[in-house]
Nanobody
Framework: VQLQASGGGVVQPGGSLRLSCSAS????????AGWFRQAPGKEREGITC????????YYADSVKGRFTISRDNGKNTVYLQMNNLKPEDTGVYYC????????????????WGQGTQVTVSS
C-alpha cells in the first residue's frame, strides 16, 4: 500500500504546477484522497480533499479559486492543479488517503505519500 507523489519544482509567482499522486496496492477511488502541505517552520495543513464519489471537496481558504483537485480512476491517481502560485505556497506537498473532506484534517489518514517540494520564488 503506497502513494507516490510527483510534479513539484521551482516556479515563479503567478505560475502553475500540476502534482500527481499515484496509488499502488489499493483502489484510490474507494477513498477520499487529498493533499497536505508543510511550509518551512509551520505545521502541516490540509489544503484539499476529494471525497470517494467526487461529490464533496474541501479547499483551504488560502487556495480556493487557485487550486483544483481531480482524480483519474483508470490511472489510480489524484492530481492537484495549482495556478497563480504565490511565495506563501512554498512547502512540501504530501498526498494522503483517506482524508477529511469536511474539515481538511488528517484524522482519518492512513497512507501518506513521500512529499514533493514546491518552491515559488522569483
Amino acid at each position: 500500500v503506497q502513494l507516490q507523489a510527483s510534479g513539484g519544482g521551482v516556479v515563479q509567482p503567478g505560475g502553475s504546477l500540476r502534482l500527481s499522486c499515484s496509488a499502488s496496492g489499493f483502489a484510490l477511488d474507494s477513498y477520499a484522497a487529498g493533499w497536505f502541505r508543510q511550509a518551512p517552520g509551520k505545521e502541516r495543513e490540509g489544503i484539499t480533499c476529494l471525497s470517494s464519489g467526487n461529490a464533496r471537496i474541501y479547499y483551504a481558504d488560502s487556495v480556493k479559486g487557485r487550486f483544483t483537485i481531480s482524480r483519474d480512476n483508470g490511472k489510480n491517481t489524484v492530481y492537484l492543479q495549482m495556478n497563480n502560485l504565490k511565495p506563501e505556497d512554498t512547502g512540501v506537498y504530501y498526498c494522503a488517503a483517506p482524508c477529511d473532506h469536511v474539515r481538511g484534517s488528517d484524522r482519518y489518514t492512513d497512507v501518506w505519500g513521500q512529499g514533493t517540494q514546491v518552491t515559488v520564488s522569483s
